[in-house]
């Protein structure tokens, strides 16, 4: 399907029926499959033979789906998972283990923070953060021996940053080293990673690929590009014998294209078991065949909004890189030409308190720990997604105290501007 464009991969990638077959993608609810040989099945747990034993490692609709997004972000294989989180942790686990280090963008999602802040660090990763605004000195200088993934997102939750792909690309090449990227926000609708030079890309499927609020999940998708047996000694992992597989070496047998993601199914999958289950499957699969014509409507919701905002007196600072203003306006023309996303984050007058009083009177904006579906919503980060985050933290990552996220939906702008007008008013 590779050949069609993005719009025709939403509707119809990843499962193409035969004759009488189901044109809908069918739930595989099954936690097992049937094998008439010993034999047989033993060459699936040597990885010797392709095929379905057991859910936790792979179901047929999980796949239809994970080849669907794996065609529109151009990578080589893919992989869902239970979570964003679980993707995000996942992506750099594969790679990274118990001293070894990360660079990572401070301008990310909190829970993603977390992740590599605290969680990992237990595990004894340790992890360097970058300004998204940083030098290529101030980039390269993060980098050590050990350092094992570069990590950032595309637009960040919920700073709104949009990093330099390239610049953060071309530093992890010249250190030997894959840049992943969480491509949530933007989706492969208005941008393509890949295309810049990241060679792993993630997903918590949970926002605009679902957009529907329905199901919690995640994706991982590997470009193929990166060249693990060129630097072995970083990448043990991948460049030697796993035992637990008999000895496969993961990235001679199923080469720079399929080792990233064969090794996250086969030994992490295997081990922590955080699958997404093929009926949320098949509601992400739902929801990505209308992505790119939601994708536009968000963004056009967002882009009325923003501009409404910014000509507000009780609205101190808007960010949404769509605005000629925004500090990252250039990257987002050169990056996310079509438009970025439907969040707009801003500041009001009056701080918590002020914040608080406008979501309270918003009558089609629910507050919700949410962002990226259908029906707008808002949040104040400082008070929950972010509320482990010191002041410093936020500062740093670009979350002031009184921010609003307001995650503008499919309704009508007309509507969602007078339902801010008057929640305004009643500061
Ligand atoms: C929501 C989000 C996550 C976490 O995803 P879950 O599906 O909630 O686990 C990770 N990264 C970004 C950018 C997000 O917005």
Request: one cysteine or more.
């Amino acid at each position: 399907m590779s050949n069609y464009s993005i719009d025709t991969n939403c509707v119809q990638a990843g499962y193409t029926p035969g004759n009488g077959e189901p044109r809908q993608i069918p739930i595989v609810q099954s936690t097992t499959f049937k094998y008439s040989t010993g034999e047989e099945m033993g060459k699936l747990f040597d990885l010797e033979a392709a095929g379905y034993f057991y859910t936790r490692l792979q179901n047929p609709t999980n796949d239809y789906v994970a080849a669907k997004i794996c065609t529109l972000e151009g990578g080589t294989a893919a992989m869902l998972t239970s979570s964003g989180q679980a993707a995000n942790f996942f992506a750099l686990f594969n790679i990274c283990g118990c001293g070894d280090h990360i660079v990572a963008s401070s301008s990310i999602y909190g829970g993603t923070f977390n992740l590599i802040s605290v969680t990992m660090a237990k595990m004894g990763i340790e992890a360097t953060f970058v300004s998204p605004t940083c030098t290529d000195e101030e980039l390269n200088a993060a980098f050590r021996e050990n350092t094992k993934a570069v990590f950032g997102e595309t637009i960040a939750n919920p700073a709104l940053t949009v990093l330099d792909i390239e610049q953060f690309a071309k530093a992890a090449h010249a250190h030997g080293v894959p840049l992943i990227v969480d491509n949530t926000f933007a989706t492969p609708v208005n941008c393509r990673p890949f295309e810049w030079g990241a060679d792993i890309v993630t997903h918590s499927t949970t926002k605009y690929l679902d957009g529907h609020g329905a199901a919690v999940g995640g994706a991982i998708v590997d470009s193929g590009n990166f060249d693990w047996m060129a630097h072995k000694d970083k990448y043990p992992g991948l460049c030697t014998p796993d035992e637990s597989y008999h000895g496969i070496t993961y990235a001679e047998k199923f080469g720079n294209a399929g080792a990233f993601i064969t090794k996250c199914t086969s030994q992490l999958m295997r081990d922590f078991g955080s699958i997404q289950s093929p009926q949320n499957a098949f509601y992400l699969n739902l929801g990505l065949e209308s992505l790119h014509v939601r994708m536009q409507r968000h963004c056009e919701n967002g882009q009325a909004v923003a501009e409404f905002l910014s000509k507000h007196p009780k609205v101190t600072s808007v960010s949404f890189c769509g605005l000629p203003g925004d500090p990252y306006h250039e990257r987002a023309l050169k990056y996310l030409p079509n438009g970025s996303c439907g969040v707009v984050s801003f500041e009001i007058e009056g701080g918590r308190e002020a914040a608080s009083t406008f979501m309270n009177s918003l009558k089609l904006a629910a507050i919700e720990t949410h962002v990226a579906d259908a029906r707008s919503c808002c949040l104040n980060p400082a008070t929950t997604t972010h509320r482990q985050m010191t002041d410093e933290q936020l500062a740093a990552a670009g979350v002031p105290a009184g921010l609003v996220r307001m995650s503008c939906g499919l309704e009508s702008a007309e509507d969602l501007i007078a339902d801010i007008a008057q929640a305004l008013d009643k500061i």
